[in-house]
């Protein structure tokens, strides 16, 4: 049987940094600063929710990061 791959590590860092930026900005700041995944979501967006390691989210009103979350 194969091994079970381990998950890479997450960046250090914390996603309430990112709240009020714009969001080009704060994508591009997050992939800087690690994240391999960076998802931007509208408002009230449909999503799955299952954990994903290495995924920083954020969803974004009138064009700033209103709220991150890993995952």
């Avoid at 998950?7 to 800087?32: K, N």
């Amino acid at each position: 049987m194969a091994p079970t791959p381990t998950p890479s590590a997450e960046p250090d860092d914390s996603p309430d940094t990112y709240v009020g930026l714009e969001a080009d900005r704060a994508e591009g700041l997050a992939r800087e600063r690690g994240w391999p995944t960076v998802r931007s979501l509208p408002p009230g967006a449909i999503i799955t929710m299952e954990y994903r390691v290495g995924r920083l989210n954020f969803e974004v009103k009138g064009g700033r990061v209103a709220r991150a979350w890993k995952g």
